[in-house]
Nanobody
């Protein structure tokens, strides 16, 4: 069974950095797509970044150049390094996984996916104060 658990959220001032972690289990072999999403109350969930088993990465335009997605295979952990944080980055952040390569598309700079993710973590809150 695939399990995901995020950590690393917190409060930080604008311009600061945080690194989110997502401990993963249950799928470490074969083809997969891992992604970070975020959501604020009343808004739709939005894709932030993704990485798949081919090493292909994708980012929403709003975070490109500031956020970096990576994974440590030995630790079965997905990361999201967030630098130069802005108040607009305040949200609940979720990691997600699916047993397929990432099929991404861009709409007005937003990162979208052609299929839904089967597995989700419980989320970790990031708050950026100006």
């Amino acid at each position: 069974q695939v399990q995901l658990m995020e950590s690393g959220g917190g409060s930080v001032q604008s311009g600061g950095s945080l690194r989110l972690s997502c401990a993963t289990s249950g799928y470490t072999q074969g083809t997969y797509c891992l992604a970070w999403f975020r959501q604020t109350p009343g808004d739709e969930r939005e894709g932030v970044a993704s990485i798949d088993s081919d090493g292909e990465t994708s980012y929403a335009d709003s975070v490109k150049g500031r956020f970096t997605i990576s994974q440590d295979h030995a630790k079965n952990t997905l990361y999201l390094q967030m630098d130069s944080l802005e108040s607009e980055d305040t949200a609940m952040y979720y990691c997600a996984a699916d047993r397929t390569l990432c099929s991404v598309y861009y709409g007005d700079g937003a990162l979208g996916f052609m299929s839904d993710f089967a597995y989700w973590g419980q989320g970790t809150q990031v708050t950026v104060s100006s």
